[in-house]
């Protein structure tokens, strides 16, 4: 029995709650064992469970380096940029695509070259695209043994919503004023620490 075992004189786990014994909460009343994370809300356990790609805002952010601000600032706008494309059903390989297919139908292995991805890559993203119906597959004018994937009127307008999305929405980027002097003063980093390499 768990009261028979000590360590240094004392009973494992004497003082602390049963239901924390059990590995619950306190307020659990002892049956911490019979409710699972699985049975919580996925919105409960989504707000409970942050996701590990962008750390949580930290109110001594003003002591970090100008390196973990910018890494962070990055994680952020990627889980953001993520979701919105998410909810529009295209992922970034896709949306890579989709840009791509704009200068006219390509064949899968030119895609993949332009993309530069392994054939197998492109397929799978080239299957997931067909079947939202963001492109078609056509024969291929100049041989008719194969096919190119050509955009459809849904993938150009993706393209432009996701376009817009990047350049104006701030749930995206944030308010940050004059995305046009954002952009030419993170431009001007990026070259400067280039150059420093």
Do not use: N
């Not at 356990?45 to 990055?74: C, K, Q, Y």
Request: aromatic share 2%; net charge positive; with cysteine.
């Amino acid at each position: 029995m768990a009261a028979s075992r000590k360590a240094g004189g004392r009973v494992v786990g004497e003082g602390v709650p049963a239901s924390r014994r059990a590995g619950g909460r306190p307020g659990d009343g002892g049956t911490a064992g019979s409710r699972q994370a699985g049975d919580r809300p996925a919105a409960e356990r989504a707000a409970a469970s942050p996701s590990p790609e962008v750390p949580p805002v930290d109110e001594g952010m003003a002591t970090w380096p100008t390196g973990r601000l910018l890494s962070t600032a990055a994680r952020v706008v990627e889980q953001r940029w993520t979701d919105r494309l998410d909810e529009m059903g295209l992922s970034h390989a896709g949306l890579i695509v989709l840009h791509t297919l704009r200068g006219g139908p390509l064949s899968q292995r030119e895609l993949a070259r332009r993309c530069q991805v392994t054939d197998q890559t492109m397929s799978r993203t080239l299957h997931r695209l067909h079947r939202a119906e963001y492109l078609e597959r056509v024969p291929d004018p100049t041989d008719g043994r194969r096919t190119v994937a050509h955009l459809t009127r849904k993938g150009r307008d993706a393209c432009a919503e996701a376009e817009r999305i990047a350049r104006d929405d701030s749930s995206v980027i944030g308010p940050l004023g004059s995305d046009t002097a954002f952009r030419e003063r993170l431009i001007d980093l990026i070259e400067h620490l280039q150059r420093k390499r």
